[in-house]
């Protein structure tokens, strides 16, 4: 191999280490944890009183500075409760339903602070969920785990604060679009999920 050759092999694996490089730097991941409160309309109580778990990590592509394309990975816990209280209490009617939700969001970041990061975002995006978990107390629904829908579709708004470039706090309103419950023969009407979510994010 002559020397040109070897230059010309020198200048192509160059160009490939920096644009691989480049490419990379517009990936950053994040880690979440917060809770939900969470009802389901159609199932006769009101209010959001089921208290869950929201955790998992976060996936972001910079499109542009202020344009974001977001992937999460999440266990999230949803359903309803006749009232807001922690595990199970006597006679309190019960919905718990557990999922793993990969949401795909379109946030718009702004208010720039030190060319390091943006101080407020707005979001908006679907959500599919696959149900892990039901369990069901003092309710209409108790003995009928099975009949809850596995696979779910969801949208999502929400926006959130960032503290520093590494720590934010988001808040997110999640309804489903199809129906959490399959078996139509028992039900006038379908069951749709709402939740809450209140949660923290830092960034790696």
Known sequence: MNRMCRQVILIVALCVISYSSSYAQRFSASVLVGSNFAQIDGDDLAGFNKLGLSAGILTEYEIKSNRILTVELLYNQTGSKSALSFGRAPGVEYIALSYVDIPVLF??????????????????????????????????????????????????????????????????????????????????????????????????
């Open 107 to 204: 946030r718009i970041n702004d208010w720039e602070i030190d060319d390091t990061y943006h101080k407020v975002f707005i979001e908006a995006g679907l959500s599919l969920g696959r149900l892990i978990n039901a369990e069901v107390d003092n309710s209409f629904f108790e003995g009928l785990e099975t009949d809850f829908t596995k696979t779910k579709l969801n949208f999502a708004l929400g926006g959130g604060l960032r503290f520093n470039r590494h720590l934010g706090f988001n808040v997110r309103y999640s309804r489903s679009i199809n129906s959490l419950y399959e078996n139509e023969r028992l039900l006038a009407r379908s069951l749709f999920g709402y939740f809450l979510t209140f949660r923290l994010e830092y960034k790696l």
